[in-house]
């Protein structure tokens, strides 16, 4: 998976459909609320549960993009020192990634790093997607191709909204 051309496609994407690409803490929250999409689709047994892992993980590299970090970077930096905790459930690495989400938002607060955070958050979704058998890049190349025909308006409050959603092209 080439983390670097993925995130510049997908910062690509978010200026080309006028999505947000500078506010950090919406874009925060909007992750979380994808890690609980993830989850329900998970505990109820939907499918498109691995499209919504894909969420995740283009909503973190477009985090990433937003705050000028080259999540491979990160990754490559952090996964040096990074464990899997042992034993741990897939409820509880839901739990564990929706925690860096947040710790990301607190340091980008505080103006400190948040590279370690993201880059924490992105090797517990690709554990997560290995403890659920989801092949991660298969389901980001998917949901690249499902979001590049979207078509979205801005609300009343400047947020935007999914419009429309073309059929998935046929590989």
């Known amino acids: 998976m080439d983390l670097r051309a993925i995130q510049a496609a997908a910062v690509a994407n978010k200026v080309a459909k006028g999505l947000n690409t500078t506010d ?14 993830a989850f329900t689709a998970w505990r109820r047994g939907e499918p498109g ?5 894909a969420d995740i993980f283009l909503f973190s590299v477009g985090l990433a993009g937003m705050t000028g970090l080259d999540l491979h970077a ?11 905790p042992a034993d741990v459930s897939v409820p509880l690495q839901f739990g564990l990634l929706t925690r860096k989400a947040t710790d990301a938002l607190t340091a980008w607060l505080e103006n400190q790093d948040i590279g370690r955070h993201l880059a924490s958050a992105f090797l517990l979704l690709a ?9 991660l890049q298969d389901a980001v190349e998917r949901k690249m191709r499902i979001n590049a025909g979207r078509v979205y308006r801005r609300d009343a409050r400047g947020v935007s909204i999914k419009v429309t959603t073309q059929p998935e092209p046929r590989t």
């Open 24 to 37: 950090v803490p919406l874009e925060v929250a909007l992750l979380i609320g994808e890690v609980g999409e």
């Open 49 to 53: 549960f691995d499209l919504e892992l």
């Open 74 to 84: 990160e990754v490559e930096r952090t996964a040096l020192h990074w464990r899997q």
């Open 127 to 135: 554990a997560l997607a290995g403890m659920t058998g989801v092949d």
